[in-house]
């Protein structure tokens, strides 16, 4: 399985980004879709997290800025990113959970400048 994301870059602080995750290989029965970043010098944390069904989890920190979404036909997860701040810089990876396995992807940066 490998996880290709794309979609980070230089953006100004209120600005919005849209990153696009793609899921392939042996796909065949993905429960949760998501996003973590990591911001420099601390650890990585949860961004956001789709189920299958649909429901989402999001951090406080993002919560009415940042919208995720995925479509189960094209194993895909994007997070719409509003309203960004400074402190929304990092490398954010997308995940998946295929049971019994959670799969990466690489990391793209997010840069807000203020």
């Known amino acids: 399985v490998q996880l290709q994301a794309s979609g980070g870059g230089l953006v100004q602080a209120g600005g919005s980004l849209r990153l696009s995750c793609t899921a392939s290989?042996?796909?065949?029965?993905?429960?949760?879709m998501g996003w973590h970043r990591q911001p420099p010098g601390k650890e990585r944390e949860l961004v956001a997290r789709?189920?299958?069904?649909?429901?989402?989890l999001y951090a406080d920190s993002v919560k009415g800025r940042f919208a995720i979404s995925r479509d189960n036909d094209k194993n895909t997860v994007d997070l719409e990113m509003n309203s960004l701040k400074p402190e929304d810089t990092a490398v954010y990876y997308c995940?998946?959970?295929?049971?019994?396995?959670?799969?990466w992807g690489q990391g793209t940066l997010v840069t807000v400048s203020s």
């Open positions: 290989g042996r796909i065949f029965a993905i429960n949760f």
């Open positions: 995940y998946i959970r295929q049971p019994p396995t959670i799969y």
């Open positions: 789709i189920n299958r069904d649909g429901s989402t």
